[in-house]
């Protein structure tokens, strides 16, 4: 984990988050700006600092990271109507916290991307 890592701090408990599921490897909580009714943040505890960080040795983590979102989804009922799964990789890509994350977007119509 890195030391001044937001995501690694809430991993650590060292900042308080709405934590909504925890294992050994990820975390998931409330997006404290959330652009739609449901918006869950899924991140691993292992500082991965962006997509293009992403090795084979993190296959497992990334199919387990869209798992979790998948079950989150079902739990807050947006499975049904459907959601969106979207990480952003780096500043152009509109990463603003350099720690990959799952973003589970939910619970309205959303915008149609393209």
Do not use: S, W
Not at 44 to 73: C, M, S, W, Y
């Amino acid at each position: 984990m890195a030391e001044d890592c937001i995501f690694c701090k809430i991993a650590r408990k060292e900042v308080p988050a709405d934590i909504l599921f925890e294992d050994d490897d990820l975390v998931a909580f409330n997006d404290i700006q959330p652009q739609a009714p449901t918006h869950v943040l899924v991140v691993p505890k292992k500082h991965i600092p962006t997509v293009n960080d992403l090795t084979e040795e993190h296959a497992a983590l990334v199919g387990a990271l869209a798992l979790r979102a998948q079950a989150l989804a079902a739990e807050r009922g947006v499975d049904g109507a459907g959601y969106r799964l979207v990480m952003n990789c780096n500043a152009e890509g509109g990463q603003t916290v350099f720690h990959i994350h799952l973003h589970l977007l939910g619970g309205r119509q959303l915008r149609r991307m393209g």
